[in-house]
């Protein structure tokens, strides 16, 4: 089946530093769409970025991320974090046979002063 | 709108007690999932429902868990029996429409936590 692999744990990252959260994959599929959601504290989780088209730059709320499928990766990074970045994002993959998304274990950040 | 909503917000059992646990989807959506979230297993999927009919359940422990979606404005998950091991964070979800790649945002509740103590 399909399965997500991100970078583990936790991730510290100065205030006005940049960023970024690995996330691999491995899927049997060709047609498939890549997700990250963020998920802050006591709050639900919810679609930070998407997409499915290959080497093509998603942007939003200052995140970005590319999905290389040469590579099998669909970072996300950003340039200068913020104390408001403080989250667990989580990346996600779905191929249109799968019911539901496979999501990744999660990678927390912490943003400090 | 709303959101989806679960309640309730936090649930405490005892070891072999059951367990039942709310979701209210988005009104209008037609794809209803719950997840189970926990530190070391992260989302893991549980059940899907299309339409109120479910369609998939293979994310669920055979003996103790089911659900159910009596109408579309509201899913259940029931564990009987529960362990400490039960002990997570339960999140449903909704989408707009059949669940197809990239067209759909999957909408979560704020979760359950479940402790069994």
């Known amino acids: 089946g399909d399965s997500v692999t991100q970078t583990e744990g936790l991730v510290t990252v100065t205030e006005g530093l940049p960023v970024m959260l690995n996330c691999t994959y491995q899927?049997?599929?060709?047609?498939?769409?890549f997700f990250w959601y963020v998920q802050y504290l006591n709050e639900a989780p919810k679609l930070l970025l998407r997409?499915?088209?290959?080497?093509k730059r998603t942007e939003h709320q200052g995140f970005h991320a590319t999905l290389h499928k040469s590579s099998s990766s669909f970072h996300l990074q950003k340039s200068s974090v913020q104390l408001s970045d403080s989250a667990l994002y989580y990346c996600a993959l779905n191929n249109n046979y799968a019911q539901g998304l496979t999501f990744g274990l999660g990678t927390r950040v912490s943003v400090f002063p | 709108n709303a959101g989806v909503i679960q309640t309730p917000r936090h649930k405490v059992t005892g070891k072999g007690q059951e367990a039942t646990l709310w979701c209210e989807p988005i009104?209008?959506?037609?794809?209803v999932f719950w997840y189970r979230q926990t530190i070391v297993q992260g989302l893991e999927f549980l059940t899907y429902f299309r339409n109120q009919a479910p369609i998939d359940d293979s994310g669920m422990p055979k003996e103790r868990f089911s659900a159910q979606m009596p109408n579309q404005s509201h899913s259940t998950l029931k564990i009987q029996s529960t362990q400490p091991q039960d002990s997570a964070v339960y999140l449903c979800?909704?989408?707009?429409?059949?669940?197809?790649?990239?067209?759909?945002?999957?909408?979560f509740g704020a979760g359950t936590r479940l402790s069994v103590l």
């Open positions: 997409s499915s088209t290959d080497n």
């Open positions: 899927t049997a599929y060709s047609d498939v769409a």
């Open positions: 009104s209008g959506h037609s794809a």
């Open positions: 979800a909704s989408s707009f429409r059949d669940w197809g790649i990239s067209q759909n945002t999957l909408y």
